[in-house]
């Protein structure tokens, strides 16, 4: 184990996307203890975010898994990815029959529990970059855009509880960690086998990035109304800023 864990720390690119990703998601939510940014613009924000997952599950991370598959078991992986996320978060983290109703630090709390959950599942998709080069870039990418909105969010709901300023920054960090945690715990593990896992775990990561961005993305962003071709702009434009990173791999 301890010879794995060498092996990570020689991972200098994966070392430097943990590190950028935890600075980001950081300022990310701590720009909100300084200034008011309407629920309008973080919506905005959020719809770019989910056209650069929904871009990265179906350009990059499963046509790569299916051509190296050799077992045929990626679609089954993409599946129980998202399953997986669907049941912590709808029947682990479920809020009970008062929904909205609840206190807005219940709620914020909640909200801190299943995002750091994405957060570290996030970190499985970082690990497979760091052994599939090609990959490596995009999943940052995607990671990037949505940790740092998702870190916005959250301390947004942290002012709307009332919370402390002491307590919001630690889970802030908390929350700001998991990412870096999840691949500090994986890239060791799957560089065991890299070879019999690369496409099973990228099938898991797709499945879990798609099921964030279809369901909780895009459900939040398209909830109202206001400015919706705006925000189905941004969502294509996201997608489009993948698929130019497609051609550039090429």
Not at 207 to 233: C, D, M, Q, S
Request: hydrophobic share 55%.
């Amino acid at each position: 184990m301890l010879i794995l864990f060498f092996h990570y720390l020689m991972n200098q690119q994966l070392l430097i996307y943990c590190i950028i990703i935890f600075i980001s998601a950081f300022l990310g939510g701590a720009v909100t203890f300084f200034h008011r940014w309407s629920d309008e613009l973080l919506h905005k924000f959020l719809s770019f975010g989910a056209g650069i997952f929904i871009g990265t599950v179906f350009l990059h991370l499963l046509p790569e898994a299916f051509a190296i598959d050799q077992t045929n078991s990626v679609a089954f992986f993409v599946l129980l990815g998202f399953m997986i996320v669907f049941f912590v978060e709808k029947f682990l983290f479920i809020k009970g029959k008062e929904g909205y109703d609840y206190s807005h630090l219940v709620i914020s709390i909640t909200a801190l529990i299943g995002l750091s959950l994405h957060s570290f599942i996030a970190g499985l998709g970082l690990a497979v970059g760091s052994y599939y080069p090609r990959l490596g870039s995009v999943i940052f990418i995607s990671i990037l855009a949505h940790k740092t909105t998702a870190a916005f969010s959250l301390s947004s709901l942290f002012l709307l509880a009332k919370m402390s300023f002491k307590k919001s920054i630690g889970f802030l960090l908390l929350f700001s960690l998991m990412t870096p945690l999840g691949a500090l715990i994986f890239a060791p593990l799957i560089g065991i086998e890299k070879g019999s896992l690369l496409a099973p775990l990228m099938g898991l990561t797709a499945g879990t990035f798609l099921y964030v961005a279809v369901g909780e993305l895009l459900p939040e962003v398209f909830h109202t109304k206001e400015n919706r071709w705006i925000k189905l702009l941004l969502l294509l434009l996201g997608i489009i800023v993948m698929g130019l990173l497609v051609k550039g791999h090429h």
